[in-house]
């Protein structure tokens, strides 16, 4: 007798337990995002990122610059609801953050600090990157866009000193923008433009604050989404010696040491605001007597070195200078021909490299233990307002004061 066949019976669905029929009709958040942004599948990817061994500490730093900019942003936006961007209100708004606002002169210190220990840990990111050859091909870009992320730091480091309106920011200032008058051809037009006039007044600080709060945070985003993109893409790269051993997730084990440092770093922040809090000078006085000008730590070097410039040399210290070590260091993946990331097999670029953080580093030190105290020579910085900053004019300021008698 023949077999006869029957079609399949449709398969019975187990029923759901009412606690699951309620997952179905009112799913979790996390579900409902998850089927929308798949970001779960996009934080495993990047938890999954495998690490090349003998990758450690020294590759926390990327984290825990990203992290500390965005405190950065957390307190700007703070400390500028409270900013009047006006050559006549902007110092008492200040005054009124520092003294009166709840926890003013916590968050301002927050700020201040931040800045400072972003610029010494982005030199550090920087130098890592170089001693381990980490730019050279494929990431050459990621190296290219590093540099430019760091003179964007910078420059929000310029314009954001000027913002208190006192003593100290206004001469800081003066002296800083005069150094693009000594630009042969273009340096008066340029510093009309970056003042917004001959002297530096109530436009400079318009356009300080606006290029503080706008265009720089606008070109820190893009340039840090570029910077992110790259390093996903090429992955970061290993110690100078490949180590032996298989690549491990960036969970748990790196992820840890990056947790690690982030909160040492933002504790350091904290204990900085909370021990040293950011003084304010008197209001700045274009023709006061009483205050000596000084850039800011991270430019007393360039400010030294056009001290010690003879007469008619001080385009040197002001452009020439800075201008082969920023062109060095933009286009050192193609100056570095060597196929090797060792050290010692890149002789000339490590010891160049050396002897200008050697250079940075003696003469901003020196300017460190030479800055005179508050209330000397402000005539002489007075002297500086109408004319390029010359070597003479510079040093002349930065001289001891006489002893009274």
């Known amino acids: 007798m023949a077999e006869i066949l029957t079609p399949e019976r449709p398969v019975e669905k187990t029923p759901l337990k009412p606690e699951e029929e309620l997952l179905v009709d009112r799913p979790k958040l996390s579900d409902w995002l998850e089927l929308r942004l798949g970001w779960w599948g996009f934080v495993r990817k990047n938890l999954d990122e495998p690490m090349p061994p003998g990758v450690g500490w020294w590759q926390t730093l990327g984290n825990l610059l990203m992290t500390l900019l965005m405190f950065q942003f957390i307190t700007g936006f703070a400390l500028a609801m409270f900013y009047t961007p006006s050559a006549h209100d902007a110092y008492a ?74 003593q100290k920011a206004y001469w800081a200032t003066v002296v800083g923008t005069r150094i693009a008058a000594t630009i042969p051809v273009v340096g008066h037009d340029l510093l009309v433009l970056i003042r917004g006039g001959e002297e530096v007044g109530a436009l400079t600080l318009t356009r300080f604050f606006a290029l503080h709060v ?110 082969l070590v920023s062109m060095g260091m933009l286009f050192l993946p193609w100056l570095d021909r060597s196929p090797s990331r060792h050290p010692a097999r890149r002789q000339w670029v490590i010891v160049t490299g050396c002897a200008v953080v050697l250079l940075i580093g003696i003469m901003t030190l020196k300017g460190i233990l ?34 009274a008698p």
Request: aromatic residues 12%.
């Open 93 to 166: 708004s200040v005054k009124h953050i520092t003294e009166e606002v709840a926890l003013g002169s916590f968050v301002r210190g927050l700020h201040v600090w931040g800045s400072t220990i972003i610029v010494i840990f982005t030199v550090l990111h920087i130098l890592r990157v170089f001693f381990w050859g980490s730019y050279k091909k494929p990431r050459e870009l990621t190296w290219l866009v590093g540099v430019v992320i760091f003179n964007v730091i910078l420059g929000f480091s310029f314009t954001g000193y000027l913002l208190p309106w006192d």
């Open 214 to 323: 706008m265009l720089l945070p606008a070109a820190l985003m893009g340039f840090m989404a570029l910077h992110l993109f790259l390093v996903r893409k090429h992955h970061i790269a290993g110690p100078v010696l490949p180590q032996k051993g298989k690549p491990v997730p960036f969970y748990p084990v790196q992820l840890f040491k990056d947790a690690v440092v982030v909160l040492g770093g933002m504790g350091l922040v904290v204990y900085l605001a909370l021990a040293f809090p950011p003084a304010l000078e008197a209001i700045a006085d274009p023709s006061g007597t009483d205050f000596a000008p000084r850039p800011e730590w991270y430019f007393l070097g360039l400010y030294e070195l056009l001290k010690i410039m003879p007469a008619g040399w001080e385009v040197v210290a002001t452009m020439i200078v800075p201008g």
């Open 370 to 403: 030479e800055t005179p105290p508050p209330g000397a020579h402000g005539h002489k910085a007075a002297a500086l307002k109408g004319s390029a900053p010359s070597a003479e004019a510079v040093r002349q300021a930065a001289e001891p004061p006489a002893t």
